[in-house]
């Protein structure tokens, strides 16, 4: 599929569903390409849809299914618009640092490919209330599913995970306690976490 060049052609390609519950222009909204007037587009489509198949099916469903509607914060981001977000500190890091991250279209530099989102689960919010309780979903998250990395943020313990075909199962968080959960060779990384999550409902596919 190449880079659509209409309006008609921007409506085709959100159309393309990555799986049961989730299209692809549930992921193309950007406060940063809204508000700055850049379009938010994939340059490969076909790319940015077959990693973003691979979150949603492998990741996002089982979630969605288990805890109910997710809210998506921030998705797909195009070259273009993470390059501008990084030069103007606009929380996006490198477009180096991100591709196969939230620049679904873009291979690292392994060649690897790749998709994060950002999202909030109303679950959590609804259910947990102390600041570090964020560590609750992140365990069980690292129990039950294949993420490759996941970043916590204070604002409604909004996350971002990613789904890579190497994935690395880092955790790190910028709330208390800040810094990295676990990651491989820490000795928390292994075994059965399900103190942290015991009242959470059962992974539902």
Sequence with gaps: ?????????????GRVRL???????DFLHSEIADF???PNIPEDPDLAIEAGKRLCEELLEP???TFGRLHIRSGYRSPTVNRFGNENKLNCSTNAATSAHHIWDMRDFDGCMGAAVCIAVPWMIDHYHDESDWQRLAWWIHDHLPYASLCFFPKLWAFNIQWHERPKRVI??????RGILTKPGMA????????????FPSLKR
């Design 1 to 13: 599929m190449r880079k659509p060049n209409s309006m008609k052609g921007l409506e085709d390609l």
């Design 19 to 25: 799986s049961q519950n989730f299209f692809l222009r």
């Design 36 to 38: 700055h007037r850049i």
């Design 63 to 65: 979630l969605e299914a």
């Design 172 to 177: 790190q968080s910028y709330i208390s306690p």
């Design 188 to 199: 928390n990384w292994k075994g059965d976490h399900s103190e942290w999550y015991g009242n």
